[in-house]
């Protein structure tokens, strides 16, 4: 089993729909959890993070993380063309001494919103 | 502000060489961890460097090594070329002890090994 589960899509919307990315994970050491986009042969670009569970909004994205399940969640309101690319979620533990250890991913789920 | 740049974009190699990739941090960033992305895969760490050392190693091999300079740049070099290297080479920066999760990444360097 990997330690981060996201299904690869691709996952075609219309345009204006509400869409919902999940992740599971299995490690419970981890404490931080981002969303990157990243378009086609770029670089991820940091969209939100999340320390532990709860929700955080920012604009049209909500993010979710739920400890107990281990499950975390990404929600595009009024989705754009724009917003079709690959969305990767991402987990970090984070120890007591401070500092942090490099991100664990996803594979990305391939989003497309069509016109 | 400059964010992470990355040298050379491309290249194209031949298997059993050697290569050498470039990463300039994000201003303010003491930091830089370095990631290996295959085709339809999310990124994989590598390793990080923090005040000219390495921090933390991912699950590679010793072909695989780093250096970080002064001035926080950094290179990774990868030895004895497989064509499994061929990839999309991330490096990524941050600042040490506030809000260190918060990983910022460059472009990328695309690798072909043939």
């Known amino acids: 089993q990997k330690e981060v589960e996201q299904d690869p899509g691709p996952l075609s919307v219309p345009e204006g729909a509400i869409v919902s990315l999940n992740c599971t994970y299995s490690n419970s050491a981890f404490q931080y959890f981002m969303w990157y986009r990243q378009y086609s042969r770029k670089g991820p670009e940091l969209l939100m993070y999340?320390?532990?569970?709860g929700n955080k909004e920012d604009g049209r994205f909500t993010a979710q993380v739920d400890k107990s399940s281990k499950y975390i969640s990404l929600f595009i309101r009024d989705s754009q063309p724009s917003d079709s690319a690959t969305y990767l979620c991402a987990m970090i533990p984070m120890y007591s001494g401070g500092g942090a250890d490099g991100l664990t991913f996803g594979k990305g789920t391939h989003l497309i919103i069509q016109p | 502000d400059a964010g992470v740049t990355q040298s050379p974009t491309h290249l194209i190699k031949t298997r059993g060489q050697q290569v050498t990739l470039r990463c300039s941090p994000k201003?303010?960033?003491?930091?830089v961890s370095w990631y290996q992305q295959a085709l339809g895969q999310g990124p994989q760490f590598i390793f990080q460097?923090?005040?000219?050392?390495?921090?933390q190693r991912g699950n590679f091999p010793d072909r695989f090594s780093g250096h970080q300079f002064p001035n926080y740049s950094s290179e990774l070099n990868v030895n004895a070329l497989l064509l499994g290297d061929s990839a999309l080479y991330l490096c990524?920066?941050?600042?040490?002890?506030?809000?260190?999760?918060?990983?910022?990444f460059g472009p990328g360097t695309r690798l072909t090994v043939t």
């Open positions: 990524a920066s941050s600042f040490l002890g506030r809000n260190s999760y918060e990983q910022y």
């Open positions: 201003s303010g960033h003491d930091t």
């Open positions: 999340t320390y532990s569970s």
């Open positions: 460097y923090y005040e000219e050392e390495e921090r």
